[in-house]
C-alpha cells in the first residue's frame, strides 16, 4: 500500500523522509514507542484531525495528513509561530495526533534532527466545546431527574466525612463526574419505622423539607435540623426548615433553636477574614453564584450579630465600618433595592 498525498512527486519524497525520520527517532526510545507497526490511534483518528484543522485549531492549521500502513495518521505541520511554553519553535516540525497530543522533532547547533519534545498536550475549545456541554447537559439532566448533586454542592450542606458513608449518601457516576445523594431525601420513607414516619410528618407539617427537596439557596438560609436516626431512620436524618416561620410545636422549635446556637461562630480572626472577603468581592463586582453569596452572607451576618463592637485586637474600628457600610449605616454600600441590594447586610 502506498502513502497518499495531494501534492507534487518531490513533497512527496520530503515527506515521506520526513516521516521515515520520525518514525526511526521515536523507535530510539526504549520505554515506550510513539508510532510503530501495530500501533492503533487512540482519538478520532484521520476525521478528528481533519476536524482539528477545519475548525482553525491552531496547532493544526495548515497541516498535512500523513499515514502509513499499520500506523495512526498524524498531521504534519512546519510551526508557523513560537509555542507560549516554549515546546517548540518557528521552524520545528510537528507531529499532531489524534489523542491532543504532538510531538515535536527540532535541528540541534549541528543541523541535526532530533526529538526534543513527545506527547505534549494541546487543546481546542472549538473541538472540545460541544462535548463538554453535552456532558454538561447529561450531568444536569441526572441532577434534575434523580435529586443528584455534585461533590462541591453537597459540602456547602454536609460534611466530607458523611458524603463519604455508603450508608448515608448514593452516588453514581455519569460522564466520569460522581453525583451524591443523601439517603434521607432519596424515596427513603420505606425504610422508616412507625416511629419515624410520625417524626417526618410532623416536621413536614410544619414547613419541613428534605435533602431531595430543598434548593441551593434553601440549605444555606435555612436551618438543618437532625430530625432523628437508626432505628427510626436509616442513617441520620436531616431537614431544613424556615428560620422566619413561626414554628409553634414546642420540640421542634427547641430543635431549631439548638441548631441556630452551633452555628454561631466563636472565632473572631475567622469573622474579620470572612467579613474582610464579602467586602472585596463587592467592591470589586464580582460574579458570585446565588447560592454561594447566600452561604457567604449568612457567615458574614452572624459575625456581625455576634462580634460588632466586640472584636478586642482584631481590628475592630475597621471591621465594624466595613459591616456599616455594608448594612446601610455609611455610604458607599449597597442600595436597598438596586440590583446591589442582595449584598447588604441587616
Known sequence: MRLIFEANEQEKKEILEQHNFYKKVLQSKVKRLMINEQEQPTGGGREFLIAARDKGCKIAVGGKLMSAPGKPTVLYKIADYDSANNYFKKGDELYIKDNFTFDVVSKDASGNKTLSASNI??????????????????????????????????????????????????????????????????????????????????????????????????????????????????ADFYMYLDPKKTIRDPQIANAI?????????????????????????????????PNQLAGLKYKVQACKNEFYGDWGFFGGRKIDNILDIMSGKAAGGPSRRGDDAKWRLN
Open 257 to 289: 433553636q439548638t441548631s441556630i446556637e452551633e452555628t454561631i461562630p466563636t472565632d473572631k480572626k475567622d469573622c474579620k477574614r470572612i467579613i474582610e472577603k464579602y467586602y472585596e468581592n463587592y467592591t470589586k463586582n464580582r460574579m458570585v453564584e
Open 121 to 234: 498536550k494541546w487543546a481546542c475549545p472549538a473541538l472540545t466545546k460541544p462535548v463538554e456541554d453535552q456532558i454538561k447537559g447529561n450531568i444536569d439532566r441526572t441532577k434534575l431527574e434523580g435529586g443528584w448533586k455534585t461533590k462541591e454542592e453537597v459540602l456547602k450542606i454536609d460534611t466530607e466525612k458523611n458524603i463519604s458513608d455508603p450508608q448515608m449518601y448514593d452516588t453514581t457516576v455519569v460522564n466520569g463526574v460522581t453525583l451524591y445523594r443523601n439517603k434521607s431525601g432519596a424515596g427513603i420513607q420505606s425504610a422508616l419505622t412507625e416511629r419515624g414516619k410520625q417524626i417526618l410528618k410532623k416536621y413536614v407539617d410544619n414547613g419541613g423539607l428534605t435533602e431531595n427537596q430543598v434548593d441551593p439557596e434553601q440549605a444555606q438560609t435555612w436551618v438543618k435540623v437532625k430530625i432523628g436516626s437508626k432505628p427510626d431512620f436509616s
